[in-house]
């Protein structure tokens, strides 16, 4: 299979307003059939968007997964709270820079960093779960027509082709948050995925939403800081990862270590936020920008698309790929619709907690987390930062 893997060929992924679906077929030994939501690419172009049923069968019922979040922070302790709000004095560091680690946080860094990661990740999933952010990522601007929701599909489409997923391959996914992502390549390609996250609720979360769907994937509590990762040498066929590397310590043993669990062949995909060439860390208005911007985006580390590449080629990759997923190369589009979504249901939650028809910590969350959108659109729309840059490489057969 490793060789025959060395052998297909790079496939193109449109990003314009009609997609083409899932790339044709790929050669190699039979496989195991796919699921039977899996439908052709013509009868997935019947909503003009290249989406077809197992593409929304992947979807949560939003009123069972709103009540679920709701009730979860309704019942937050104080102490889950105060641990939340502490939790955003890491994104105020990086990790490049030691000694600013160390003075903030100890020589134990890296454990505070775990730490202040589960606290956070642990309201802000639920947070997330009241909008059409589930998945916990603003997705790349794919068609122009699209909802938040329907690019996160399109998106996902994307990854499965840039990385020729096929029935019965092993996919792994790391920072894989509700497993929402995983159930949609699941459903959309029969390929099996292994997801990695450091927050035992959001793993949990993402067990029972894929066993529902009757899928065979599965879903570790794990740290990727720490290395090496739990799986033998050449385990996966392919790997993806949406905006969770600003949290990596070092992109190049990571990377590394991916090679490692990798079988020749198998491709990667990597979306994630950067900063680009016109951000000036010198210039007072990008620095006050960008402090407010990754607490926002839960951004620890700094990295550029040329750090990416470099790290990849360094760890043995070749790049195939390393642009700009947004068409015309902005995401502000969507994530003015996710501001103006959190900004009224603010004004929403703010009322009933002044008519007690809420507890007061209902005000502290929300309030955090509709802070310093506009910055965030600001910077995307001068080009300094984005969030969705992505770079799809292959390790050599």
Known sequence: MSAIRGQRQPVSVRTSDSSDGVAGEKRGPASPPPPKTVKSATQRDKDGLGLDGSDRASLSNRFK??????????????????AFMA?????????????????????????????SLKAYYGVMNHLCALGDVEKMYIPPVMSKRATVLENQLLYE??????????????????????????AHMGMSTGAQVTGINIDPVQVAQAREFNQERGLRNEFIVHDFNILPLPFADDTFDAFYQIQALSLCKDLGK????????????????LLDWVSLPDYDASNPEHASLMRRVKPLIGAVGTPTPKSLENALQHAGFKVLRSENASQGGLQTPLIER???????????????????????????????????????????????????????AEKPA
């Open 254 to 269: 990571l990377f590394c270590e991916l090679h490692r669990v990798l079988k020749p062949g198998a491709r990667i995909s």
């Open 338 to 392: 996710v501001d103006v979504y959190f900004r009224a249901m603010r004004q929403i939650i703010l009322g009933l907690v002044k008519l007690r028809c809420l507890p007061p910590h209902f005000r502290t969350l929300i309030n955090r987390l509709c802070l310093d959108g506009e910055a965030f659109v600001k910077m995307d729309t001068m080009r300094l930062i984005t969030t969705s840059y992505w770079v799809v």
């Open 87 to 115: 939790s955003y004095v890491i994104y105020n560091l990086d990790w490049t820079d030691g000694n600013q680690m160390i003075a903030e946080l100890g020589p134990r860094y890296r454990e505070r960093v775990g730490e």
């Open 157 to 182: 489409r994307a990854i499965s082709q840039a990385i020729q997923l096929r029935p019965g391959d092993r996919v792994l996914d790391l920072g894989c948050g509700r497993g929402r992502v995983a």
């Open 65 to 82: 997964t709103v009540r679920t979040s709701f009730k979860y922070l309704h019942d937050l302790t104080p102490k889950q709270i105060d």
